[in-house]
């Protein structure tokens, strides 16, 4: 399954809500979608699975949405560590796959 | 705390094999959860190459795995990985991570990262 994330770059001030997207070349089983920031010379973080339910220590501000082959990402209120690298990865067959990335970055 | 540390050779000659190792701490592998190891590099982003489990059950990319072996030693609490026949195009970072499987579609989500080491390709 091919995972295409849009936009490639937004900008966005802090305090301003982000929506990031991730298509699927087809539809992901059971939504077995999640999401990981990753910032410069860091591993990826894992923020969502099954697309909605947050993994453990992650702030209520981010949230996950979608079902099929289009899903969401949504920062409400952008913190300034919130600017990095976004990536989705679908695990409902495999191999399991990632999207491109959206880097989020200050206006 | 879980945590995963990726060790091995940071310079491997085209045609070679690439060994890495991956030492968990903070959990024993033998009590359970998958074992995975995923490269990012500039031109082809995050790929998932392999996992194993405790007893030494695997799945594998199928772009690579005529070239992938992994394997896992419990008594040392680490697994690990060897790619053949290597060539610039598997210059990446390569990271370690303990995978949440979904063992009916041979893949999970990734919740423990380890730093990632670099892997470079070249004479």
């Known amino acids: 399954i091919v995972l295409t994330q849009s936009p490639g770059t937004l900008s966005l001030s802090p305090g301003e809500r982000g929506t990031l997207s991730c298509r699927a070349s087809e539809s992901v089983r059971d939504n077995y979608l999640a999401w990981y920031q990753q910032k410069p010379g860091q591993p990826p973080r894992l923020l969502i699975y099954?697309?909605?339910s947050r993994a453990t220590g992650i702030p209520d501000r981010f949230s996950g949405s979608g079902s099929g082959t289009d899903f969401t990402l949504t920062i409400s209120r952008l913190e300034p560590e919130d600017f990095a690298m976004y990536y989705c990865q679908q695990y409902g067959s495999s191999p399991g796959t990632f999207g491109q990335g959206t880097k989020l970055e200050i206006k | 705390q879980v945590q995963l540390q990726e060790s091995g050779p940071g310079l491997v000659r085209p045609s070679e094999t690439l060994s890495l190792t991956c030492t968990v701490s903070?959990?024993?592998?033998?009590?359970?959860?998958?074992w995975a190891w995923i490269r990012q590099s500039p031109g082809k982003g995050l790929e998932w190459i392999a996992t194993i489990y405790h007893s030494g059950y695997a799945y594998y990319n199928p772009a690579l795995k005529s070239r992938v072996t992994i394997s896992v030693d419990t008594s040392k609490n680490h697994f690990s990985l060897k790619l053949r026949s290597v060539t610039a195009a598997d210059t990446a970072f390569y990271y370690c991570?303990?995978?949440?499987?979904?063992?009916?579609?041979?893949?999970?989500?990734?919740?423990?990262w380890g730093q990632g080491t670099l892997a470079t390709v070249s004479s």
């Open positions: 903070g959990y024993s592998i033998s009590s359970g959860y998958y």
């Open positions: 099954g697309t909605s």
């Open positions: 991570a303990r995978e949440i499987s979904m063992r009916q579609v041979y893949a999970g989500h990734f919740d423990y």
